[in-house]
């Protein structure tokens, strides 16, 4: 019997998870990483969102369902899934720049214990460098193009500019609109922080 197309999904993302769960491209961002940030969400998606990186708002399990609610019912779509640009949250860690040596390999367990200061992590959240996206730009494009969606919402500036760069974009990029790639219809909008009804609403008149 055939394997249907969402078995297919599940067996390309899981080899793809296990080469972002072994990747050392950023040493300095592992050290500080417990696990990597993966996608969540249907397999054979319609609405494939992009954020920058794990953040105070993707780590909220309640914004997140009211989120793809809203994308649900304005976008008229059943099957959503979403991602990141960079798995590894860059963090500024002053227990790290503390010590003269460092002990080799990961400094957190995976229940966010940091082997320093043998507490839990405490780092500060940073922006991901340009380095850090160009690392990590391929694992995306490798989930976008197995899930195969139908429109891709990139969140904010920079997920827009280097997204549809790495797609051959390269006219006058914008927010709040749209562009074509392949058979995907990517959709441009502000930062998650700032994202609400009202901008969600300005991506429908664009598709």
């Known amino acids: 019997m055939e394997e249907s197309s969402r078995d297919q999904n599940i067996k390309s993302i899981i080899r793809m998870e296990d080469r972002v769960g072994q990747c050392c491209r950023c040493l300095p ?3 500080c990483t417990s696990k990597p940030s993966l996608g969540k969400g249907d397999l054979e998606p319609q609405a494939f969102l992009i954020f920058e990186c794990e953040n105070y708002y993707t780590r909220d399990t309640n914004w997140l369902i009211e ?3 809203m994308i649900k019912q304005e976008l008229n779509v059943e099957r959503v899934y979403h991602t990141f640009m960079v798995r590894c949250h860059p ?3 002053s227990n790290r720049q503390s010590y003269s040596c460092i002990i080799p390999g990961k ?3 995976r229940d ?3 082997k320093l200061s043998n507490d839990i992590c405490d780092g500060i959240p940073m922006k991901p460098s340009g380095e850090a996206i160009i690392n990590c730009l391929t694992y995306l ?3 976008m193009d197995i899930l195969s969606p139908t429109y891709v919402i990139l969140f904010g500036k920079k997920v827009r500019d280097y997204v ?3 797609c051959g974009v390269f006219e006058i990029l914008e927010t709040g609109q749209a562009y074509k790639y ?3 219809v990517f959709l441009s909008t502000v930062e998650e922080k700032l994202f609400n009804k009202e901008e969600l609403q300005k991506l429908h008149r664009i598709m």
């Open 141 to 143: 494009l490798e989930e």
């Open 67 to 69: 989120l793809r609610n």
């Open 182 to 184: 392949k058979d995907m």
């Open 112 to 114: 966010n214990i940091c």
């Open 91 to 93: 963090k500024a860690c």
């Open 107 to 109: 400094l957190l367990n």
């Open 29 to 31: 961002l592992i050290m």
């Open 164 to 166: 549809l760069k790495s």
